[in-house]
């Protein structure tokens, strides 16, 4: 450990410390030399007050001759590391002395980015003014804007105001075709992907490779996200260019309570393989419930679940294995009959008692 701190400036250090009188002493005697000498990450004393979170030390230590636009090893200034932190009053000592606002990294993100990333709303505030007029939709390397930032971390704050700035933020690609929608549904966050939709966001955009926000959702396995936006008219039958459905994704990566929030969607709709979301749950290594979930609630082409086959041929017991796997007792086929309308054509006492039992 004393190691790591072996070629640590003192000044440094004590600002990590948040030392404010300790600073001031070393400061005494300080040249512009030593104000701005650095450690092995090319991070300076200014660096680490933004960090964690101290203006006066900045202050202190921009009175001493800080360089207020000094970089890091990754080209990140201390205004950035003030917006990662979150520390406004550091973000604001910084601009009064002309810190570069929109000053890049090696990623290319600006100090918009990282307060956007990081939720420092308050921060993003007082990057505003000092910005040009093409800034709020700046990307970094990946085509990422600040609203790209906000919505796959989940900061709905932020991305409130970025939309109230920029409102053609909304629909922004990145460089694979991805809009904020699409991170936000990775990111599982509902308040995001309501805020984004009621902005103008397109439900059913593709990327690249043809996933929509659903796609993304799904394959994260963040239920929530799904029901929101199956809610919101997300479409559950558009393919990806591999043709795999939603339910194809939740399937393959073994989400089962995703399944259930897609249970409309065609459960014998193929990809470009001829794979079913069946087939892909009898493959994956994590699915098995979701293969017991489509063994009950696969569908013929008349519309009759196996429960449903279960009443019209009165077989009680298999109906009530069904209903023990969670079979909908409700569902009805093509022509408007659920399993109990089909029990009571039959006469199927026994049959009959168990789906009332069950909740018909």
Avoid at 240 to 257: E, I, M, S, V
Wanted: overall charge negative; some cysteine; charged content about 20%.
């Amino acid at each position: 450990m004393l190691q790591e701190f072996e070629h640590v400036p003192d000044l440094l250090l004590k600002t990590l410390a948040r030392s404010t009188e300790e600073v001031r002493n070393l400061l005494v005697d300080c040249n512009a030399e030593d104000v701005n000498a650095q450690d092995p990450g090319h991070r300076t004393a200014l660096h680490a007050a933004a960090h964690v979170d101290q203006p006066d030390i900045a202050r202190l230590l921009l009175q001493s001759g800080a360089n207020v636009d000094c970089k890091d090893a990754g080209w990140q200034t201390p205004l950035h590391r003030a917006c990662a932190s979150k520390s406004a009053g550091c973000a604001q000592v910084l601009l009064e002395y002309q810190a570069d606002a929109n000053s890049r990294d090696r990623g290319w993100q600006t100090p918009l980015h990282a307060a956007a990333a990081h939720g420092s709303v308050d921060c993003a505030w007082l990057l505003l003014p000092h910005l040009p007029a093409d800034a709020l939709t700046g990307v970094d390397r990946n085509g990422y804007t600040a609203l790209h930032h906000a919505a796959l971390n989940g900061q709905t704050e932020v991305a409130q105001l970025l939309l109230t700035k920029a409102p053609e933020l909304v629909n922004i690609e990145d460089r694979q075709e991805r809009r904020p929608l699409h991170w936000a549904a990775c990111h599982g966050s509902e308040a995001m992907l309501e805020l984004l939709v009621r902005h103008g966001a397109e439900l059913n955009a593709p990327d690249e490779l043809g996933f929509t926000a659903l796609h993304a959702a799904a394959a994260c396995g963040h239920v929530l996200a799904v029901r929101r936006l199956v809610s919101l008219g997300a479409d559950c039958e558009l393919t990806t260019r591999a043709g795999n459905t939603p339910l194809h994704l939740a399937c393959l990566n073994g989400f089962d309570q995703v399944c259930y929030e897609l249970a409309d969607a065609d459960l014998e709709a193929t990809n470009h393989f001829g794979q079913t979301a069946m087939h892909v749950s009898a493959a994956g290594s994590h699915s098995a419930l979701c293969l017991d979930w489509l063994i009950v609630h696969v569908r013929c082409r008349a519309g009759r679940t196996p429960l449903h086959m279960a009443a019209l041929h009165g077989r009680a017991s298999r109906a009530q294995t069904l209903l023990a796997d969670r079979a909908s007792v409700d569902a009805v086929d093509s022509a408007g009959y659920s399993p109990l309308g089909f029990g009571a054509l039959g006469g199927h006492q026994l049959l009959l008692e168990a789906l009332i039992r069950a909740g018909a």
